[in-house]
């Protein structure tokens, strides 16, 4: 039988962070419960362990993802499950994750479903766009790109501990990780209630991060799918260019345009072949030792 270790990131959630280990030790005792509390200010990680977790203490803020990062290194469970502290998930869902699982995944992702599971309109418009610009990378659906609510094989999980950032773009990275390493992710539609306390995403200091990762879901999986188009469109300017100036100069003269459009359009496909093949010894040695 599988042990499992739920992980939880938590920063100043001390309203929270009591009631959600509580309600998990109440429906399974038998699991690890691995609270990393990160710089908090507000006795977050006393309250935590006093519910009964092990805490893992932060002197300063890291960040989410380096959050994640040492609550993996920490647990000992062959599946890690990895939960938000402010109470958005709901613990009796974490069977429902673990039953999909042992369906023969190695990641399973709890997928928001419906605005009301979105913290904002503009959340819920970004997050719909990431999905679906994620599914035309994979050729997969991808229901879900960026909840942190998700079961994990933990030997995987912590061969692409090299590649997460220290933000919360973590979810993003692993998924697309994973795919691109051939391993098998599902999906588990769950409802997420609402925040409790203030959130931690500023849109204005977080929105240019959150656009980087539509170039991060590129480059993690196929930079060359996307970095073709774009080539192609700009040296089809080029071109463009090359056939209107001599049908209104009446000279079919290769203008400097028409050459800093094509020679452009040929650097953005070598830059993305290039791309592709560091993407490939990225995962060269992933999987190596499977059982």
Do not use: C
């Amino acid at each position: 039988m599988l042990s499992v270790s739920i992980v939880i990131p938590a920063r100043n959630e001390v309203s929270t962070i009591a009631s959600v280990v509580g309600k998990l030790r109440l429906l399974q005792p038998d699991y690890e419960f691995v609270v990393v509390d990160d710089g908090s200010t507000d006795g977050t990680g006393k309250a935590a362990a006093d519910a009964g977790a092990i805490v893992v203490a932060q002197p300063y803020s890291k960040g989410n993802g380096a959050a994640i990062k040492r609550g993996a290194r920490a647990a000992n469970g062959d599946v890690l499950v990895f939960m938000d502290a402010d109470g958005q998930h709901d613990p009796a869902d974490v069977e429902r994750l673990l039953y999909k699982y042992e369906e023969g995944f190695d990641l399973v992702v709890g997928a928001r479903s419906g605005l009301g599971s979105q913290a904002s309109v503009a959340r819920w418009g970004a997050n719909n766009f990431y999905n679906k610009f994620a599914s035309w990378m994979v050729g997969q659906p991808i229901d879900d790109l960026t909840s942190g609510f998700r079961a994990v094989n933990r030997r995987k999980f912590l061969s692409f501990l090299y590649l997460l950032p220290n933000g919360f773009s973590y979810p993003t990275t692993s998924t697309m990780a994973f795919y691109r390493a051939g391993y098998s992710v599902g999906f588990l539609p769950i409802k997420v209630a609402k925040r409790q306390g203030k959130g931690h995403i500023n849109l204005l200091r977080d929105g240019l991060r959150f656009l980087l990762i539509i170039f991060k879901v590129g480059t993690l999986y196929s930079p060359l799918k996307v970095y073709f188009p774009f080539s192609v469109l700009t040296a089809g300017l080029g071109l463009f260019n090359y056939v209107a100036t001599a049908i209104v100069s009446d000279s079919w003269r290769f203008t400097n345009m028409t050459a800093l459009l094509v020679s452009s359009g040929v650097i953005i496909f070598l830059l993305g072949l290039l791309s592709e093949q560091l993407t490939n010894l990225q995962y060269k040695d992933v999987g190596l030792d499977e059982d």
